[in-house]
């Protein structure tokens, strides 16, 4: 029966997670899976989580299903750290938010409702993007394409041959956007060219999808969300995937949300409605308690006001962690593979190590970055910033051998 089925290759990054688990090394460092570690190298527990969570276990109840769409708070929670609690699109009731399974739980529920609705639509993901963008999409039907994104030489953005490239796609094509913090490159579009962006996907008739997985890890909780209230602004219908993995330390959790701006009320309670029935064709309903967690933090203003001071301090410590490998691969790294570490934001930095010399990283040194070179800075600290450049410095100078 079974004879046909295929061996999994793996996933890159959570199955090299999977493996850094079982390296037996003493010395191993991991910077492959985007995930914020603190100073000591432990993944933290945000304070305002671990009140808010003892709050809600001493509150202890029954646990029945949540809606098909979720916990109402936190889908409001949702929309109002997302797109400003103000947003005339808010106010006006024209925007479907259901809670999801994570990031990726949005992307997938997302996928199969414009499967259903614009079956003749194609996708397009940035070149590179997060490898999982890809995946969702294809598994849900789609072709999936690139646009330019990600200039090597430079470290930076091909914006002119983007917009381009984004300005001849069909209409109604998907367009999946990184809000912020790109994964897996660290940059970014800055406000101006956001602008422009969005006035070439209204004028083309396009339908924008976009991923925010890292607000607040670039240049704050409402900067980052620009593109979002912009969106909104110039009144163009789309996506927006957001998670708490990572902003709240809620990995395990999976805590997500799927928001559609639409044209008007009426249409956002079909949107709504047809939302729902992909979280019952897919899963029934969502979990409690990662849902819970962030709802009494994102509605209690103490709980609230920790979370975001902690945000920037993890946010700063990154930033501290680039200077610092900067400045420790400073001479050993040529200027123009330099700069990239300041100035890419977020949690990941695009080295332009190649495939070759990241897998002789991890087998000779135990330093795991992904195979497309992509660095989780965020989880460098004082004891392994040495070790990592101590091993790119030596890798690099066997290259030029
Ligand atoms: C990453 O990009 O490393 C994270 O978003 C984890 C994942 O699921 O890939």
Same mark, same amino acid.
């Given at each position: 029966?079974?004879?046909?089925?295929?061996?999994?290759?793996?996933?890159?990054?959570?199955?090299?997670?999977?493996?850094?688990a079982k390296?037996?090394r003493d010395?191993?460092?991991?910077?492959?899976?985007g995930?914020?570690?603190?100073?000591?190298?432990?993944?933290?527990?945000?304070?305002?989580?671990?009140?808010?969570?003892?709050?809600?276990?001493?509150?202890?109840?029954?646990?029945?299903?949540?809606?098909?769409?979720?916990?109402a708070q936190?889908?409001?929670?949702?929309?109002?750290?997302?797109?400003?609690?103000?947003?005339?699109?808010?106010?006006?009731?024209r925007?479907?938010?259901?809670?999801?399974?994570?990031?990726?739980g949005a992307?997938?529920?997302?996928?199969?409702f414009?499967k259903?609705?614009?079956?003749?639509?194609?996708?397009?993901?940035?070149?590179?993007?997060?490898?999982?963008?890809?995946?969702?999409?294809?598994r849900?039907?789609?072709?999936?394409?690139?646009?330019?994104?990600?200039? $090597? &030489?430079?470290?930076?953005l091909?914006? !002119?041959?983007?917009?381009?490239?984004?300005? =001849?796609?069909? +209409?109604? #094509?998907?367009?999946?956007?990184?809000?912020?913090?790109?994964n897996?490159?660290?940059v970014?579009?800055?406000?101006?060219?956001?602008?422009?962006?969005?006035?070439?996907?209204?004028?083309?008739?396009?339908?924008?999808?976009?991923?925010?997985?890292?607000?607040?890890?670039?240049?704050?909780? $409402? &900067?980052?969300?620009?593109?979002?209230? !912009?969106?909104?602004?110039?009144?163009?219908? =789309?996506?927006? +995937?957001? #998670?708490?993995?990572?902003?709240?330390?809620?990995y395990?959790?999976?805590?997500?949300?799927?928001?559609?701006?639409?044209?008007?009320p009426?249409?956002?309670?079909?949107?709504?409605?047809?939302?729902?029935?992909?979280?019952?064709a897919?899963?029934?309903n969502?979990?409690?308690?990662?849902?819970?967690?962030?709802?009494r933090?994102?509605?209690?203003?103490e709980?609230?006001?920790?979370?975001?001071?902690?945000?920037? #301090?993890?946010?700063?410590?990154?930033?501290r962690?680039?200077?610092?490998?900067?400045?420790?691969l400073?001479?050993?790294?040529?200027?123009?593979?330099?700069?990239r570490?300041?100035?890419?934001?977020?949690?990941?930095?695009?080295?332009?190590?190649?495939?070759?010399?990241?897998?002789?990283?991890r087998?000779?040194?135990?330093?795991?970055?992904?195979?497309?070179?992509?660095?989780?800075?965020?989880?460098?600290?004082?004891?392994?910033?040495?070790?990592?450049a101590?091993a790119?410095?030596?890798?690099?100078?066997?290259?030029?051998?």
């Open positions: 029966m079974f004879e046909h089925i295929d061996a999994y290759p793996g996933d890159p990054i959570l199955t090299l997670n999977e493996n850094f390296d037996l010395n191993k460092v991991n910077l492959s899976i995930i914020y570690y603190d100073d000591e190298g432990r993944l933290p527990v945000m304070q305002a989580v671990r009140e808010a969570e003892g709050q809600l276990l001493a509150e202890l109840g029954p646990k029945p299903y949540l809606p098909m769409a979720g916990f936190y889908r409001d929670a949702v929309q109002s750290l997302v797109f400003g609690d103000d947003s005339p699109a808010r106010v006006d009731g925007i479907a938010t259901v809670q999801t399974l994570g990031g990726s992307l997938k529920i997302g996928a199969d414009i259903r609705y614009f079956p003749d639509s194609q996708v397009w993901v940035s070149d590179p993007t997060w490898e999982n963008h890809r995946f969702i999409f294809e849900a039907g789609f072709t999936v394409s690139t646009y330019p994104y990600y200039d $090597e &030489a430079s470290g930076g091909k914006f !002119e041959a983007m917009l381009t490239a984004i300005d =001849a796609l069909p +209409a109604r #094509s998907v367009v999946l956007l990184h809000a912020c913090c790109h897996p490159t660290g970014d579009l800055n406000d101006a060219q956001w602008v422009q962006l969005i006035e070439i996907l209204k004028k083309r008739d396009l339908l924008p999808f976009i991923d925010m997985a890292y607000q607040g890890f670039g240049a704050g909780i $409402e &900067a980052d969300a620009f593109a979002i209230r !912009e969106l909104v602004h110039q009144n163009v219908p =789309a996506f927006v +995937a957001n #998670s708490f993995s990572k902003n709240f330390s809620l395990g959790e999976r805590c997500g949300g799927l928001s559609v701006i639409c044209e008007s009426d249409v956002a309670a079909r949107v709504l409605g047809q939302l729902t029935s992909a979280v019952r897919n899963y029934s969502p979990p409690t308690h990662g849902a819970k967690i962030v709802a933090v994102l509605t209690t203003p709980l609230r006001q920790s979370w975001e001071d902690e945000l920037t #301090s993890m946010c700063r410590r990154i930033m962690m680039r200077a610092e490998i900067h400045d420790c400073r001479g050993n790294v040529p200027d123009t593979m330099l700069a570490y300041l100035e890419q934001r977020g949690m990941f930095t695009y080295t332009g190590l190649l495939a070759g010399q990241v897998d002789v990283l087998e000779r040194h135990g330093v795991y970055l992904i195979r497309s070179g992509r660095m989780c800075v965020a989880a460098l600290n004082e004891r392994n910033l040495a070790i990592t101590r790119i410095a030596e890798v690099l100078s066997h290259a030029t051998d």
